[in-house]
């Protein structure tokens, strides 16, 4: 199975190399958690690498996401301005009721509930996809539908070989009856919760799901650095 760097060496270790590739991966998590900065860490890699992304932004507008990740030690700029990595500007649209286009230039008519519409915003060349919040989608929603819609859009954008990773709030995530885990290859949650061991609050990853990988079901103690996520080594000598 081929991989894609998550652009965080010791999470690549885990994980076997990387994220699968050409599969939907799901982040869900608190706020705090660092959800958007292991997203724009994948972006940052994957540009490096020479691959074609897009980020489909639903709370933040691109200038944000570029201060944002400059800070971290990542500046997407020289990647956005060569054209291989475009932000959609759905913060925007929603918050204007912009018109919005296609990637053929056409009117979408799109509701928040049209999530498989998503797809339509999508250039054929782009193999790397970030989905930042799905959680807007789903808040009004019916269940089933949610789930309908997410698993057009997942099913569309595995078959073109596409790799997405979708991030999910925890409200919206516990909302919709975390069906969105059912909809993906893997699963990655993200919690601020207190070390046994430190009596401290800390960040905590736990890899519930990842199909065709060998992975601990261990918490895995996490910071956030100014250079981004920053994974502490496993006590299991294996991983």
């Known amino acids: 199975m081929n991989r894609l760097s998550t652009g965080i060496e010791n999470l690549d270790k885990r994980l076997e190399g990387g994220y699968p590739q050409g599969e939907a991966i799901l982040f869900t998590g608190e706020a705090g958690t660092g959800k958007t900065i292991f997203a724009l860490q994948l972006l940052h890699q994957a540009c490096k690498d020479g691959k074609k992304c897009m980020m489909i932004a639903t709370e933040e507008t691109p200038d944000k996401i570029q201060v944002h990740s400059r800070l971290l030690g990542m500046d997407l700029e020289p990647y956005i301005s060569n054209g291989q990595l475009s932000i959609a500007r759905m913060f925007e649209m929603r918050a204007e009721n912009s018109i919005i286009m296609d990637k053929n230039g056409n009117v979408?008519?799109?509701?928040?509930?049209?999530l498989q519409n998503l797809v339509n915003l999508v250039s054929d060349d782009v193999e790397v996809i970030v989905v930042d919040n799905l959680g807007t989608f789903a808040m009004g929603s019916e269940i089933k539908q949610f789930k309908d819609k997410l698993e057009?859009?997942?099913?569309?954008?595995?078959?073109?070989?596409?790799?997405?990773?979708?991030?999910?709030?925890?409200?919206?995530?516990?909302?919709?009856?975390?069906?969105?885990?059912?909809?993906?290859?893997?699963?990655l949650k993200l919690m601020v919760k207190e070390n046994p061991y430190t009596g401290k609050m800390e960040r905590f990853m736990y890899i519930p799901k990842m199909r065709g990988t060998n992975i601990s079901l261990d918490f895995i103690n996490y910071e956030i650095t100014e250079n981004g996520v920053k994974l502490f080594p496993s006590k299991n000598k294996n991983k």
């Not at 979408?108 to 049209?114: G, L």
């Open 108 to 114: 979408m008519n799109f509701q928040a509930e049209d």
């Open 152 to 187: 057009t859009l997942t099913y569309t954008l595995v078959k073109q070989n596409r790799t997405t990773i979708i991030v999910m709030d925890e409200a919206a995530h516990q909302i919709t009856h975390r069906i969105a885990e059912y909809s993906t290859y893997g699963t």
